[in-house]
């Protein structure tokens, strides 16, 4: 039986470099769409899988901020225009 962290490494690797391919092949230049996929990925993921953490998951927590920090000034861009 595969354990869930190795379930949960092996997804996310298949499924960023998905992204990284995908991404590309519309030629998508700009660094947050990027990271706001990837952050995107490793929470559903996270919620979907549930890996094992001992501690609090603090790379949780940062990533969401970052997406948080990425959504805002899309939508502060949206709302000038």
Known sequence: MISRDHLF????????TLTVWALWSVRENRLDVYISMFV????????????????????????????LIFVSIRIYEVLIR
Do not use: C, W
């Open 9 to 16: 490494n092996t997804l996310y690797m298949s499924m960023t």
């Open 40 to 67: 995107l990925e490793y929470l559903v993921l996270k919620m979907i899988i549930r890996p094992r953490r001992l501690f609090i998951d603090v790379l949780a927590i940062g990533l969401f901020i970052i997406f």
